[in-house]
């Protein structure tokens, strides 16, 4: 079983940063991808950004430039560099675990808002 526990989120200021983590736990195989998606009220959940067990990352067009996300300690813990944060940004911030045969972990998210 793997436990996935997001922390970072909050309040902050349009053009302020943020940095979110995702700290895993439990049975975790190397050849994994992990993500960060994004659900805003009314919304369906996308993705935001992705880094595979080969450091490929992947992100969103609206995020290109502003986020980064990054792994230490084999994927245990990935984070998510948030920079000159937008309204549209608003959004609870969900981790997600995926192996290649599909299985998938999520966790409970984090809230991100940001306003003035």
């Known amino acids: 079983q793997v436990q996935l526990v997001e922390s970072g989120g909050g309040l902050v200021q349009p053009g302020g940063s943020l940095r979110l983590s995702c700290a895993a736990s439990g049975r975790i195989f190397s050849i994994s991808t992990m993500g960060w998606y994004r659900q805003a009220p009314g919304k369906q959940r996308d993705l935001v950004a992705s880094?595979?067990?080969?450091?490929?990352?992947n992100y969103a067009d609206s995020v290109k430039g502003r986020f980064t996300i990054s792994t230490v300690n084999a994927k245990n813990t990935v984070y998510l560099q948030m920079n000159s944060l937008k309204p549209e940004d608003t959004a609870v911030y969900y981790c997600k675990l995926e192996y290649p045969n599909g299985m998938a972990y999520w966790g409970n998210g984090t809230s991100v808002t940001v306003s003035s």
């Open positions: 880094i595979t067990n080969n450091w490929r990352t």
